[in-house]
């Protein structure tokens, strides 16, 4: 199940939302903003992971900053 529901449709909404759309945070900050509660549910679900991870051998999600960072490197190539 994935961690954002409805994910493109999110990200061309702060997109569309942002002044400079070459600053990362600013990106990071109108996501935030925009979709409180899908923050929470990404660090949720990381805080999740983590906890599971007792080997501490990792998991597969990265930390929630680097995940919306991840979603705006994608989406920038698609615009």
């Not at 906890?51 to 998991?59: C, N, V």
């Not at 900053?65 to 994608?74: A, D, F, I, P, T």
Request: net charge positive; glycine share 2%.
């Amino acid at each position: 199940m994935p961690v954002i529901t409805k994910k493109d449709e999110k990200f061309q909404a702060v997109w569309n939302a942002m002044s400079n759309k070459n600053d990362i945070n600013e990106f990071k900050d109108k996501f935030k903003e925009m979709y409180p509660d899908d923050w929470k549910k990404i660090c949720a679900n990381y805080n999740k992971e983590e906890r599971k991870d007792t080997k501490h051998k990792g998991h597969p999600m990265p930390h929630p900053e680097k995940y919306l960072e991840n979603m705006y490197k994608v989406g920038a190539k698609k615009n």
